[in-house]
């Protein structure tokens, strides 16, 4: 039998947008400090971990805010259907790094 893997990779401003969105949905907003980028890395096990770079200048102070990777793939998985993007009801979904960018593996059992 045949299966089917999918990495959909997100660039660093689509994963901000993704978080950013995600939180005012929840209304859990980000803090008043500036983003100045997100952090990608390989963490312990297949599951990585995601930070957003905060200018630590500007709002409480924070350098980072780091997220639990559910909340991660949440939030991706929002992205897509927002700009429509296809996904498998079906497909198991878990997250990747690819090239220090955040994925979203879909995996599709036995056809």
Excluded at 13 to 37: H, M, T, Y
């Amino acid at each position: 039998m045949t299966s089917e893997t999918r990495r959909i990779i997100f660039s660093p401003e689509e994963l901000i947008q993704a978080v950013s969105k995600l939180r005012r949905d929840e209304k859990q907003p980000l803090p008043e400090s500036r983003i100045r980028g997100c952090k990608v890395e390989s963490g312990e096990g297949p599951v990585p971990q995601v930070s957003l770079v905060l200018d630590p200048a500007g709002g409480d102070g924070a350098s980072a805010i780091t997220f639990r990777p559910t909340e991660i793939a949440v939030a991706l998985i929002k992205f897509c259907r927002l700009k429509r993007i296809p996904l498998p009801k079906r497909a198991e979904k878990s997250l990747g790094v690819d090239q220090g960018r955040i994925a979203l593996v879909l995996h599709l059992g036995e056809h």
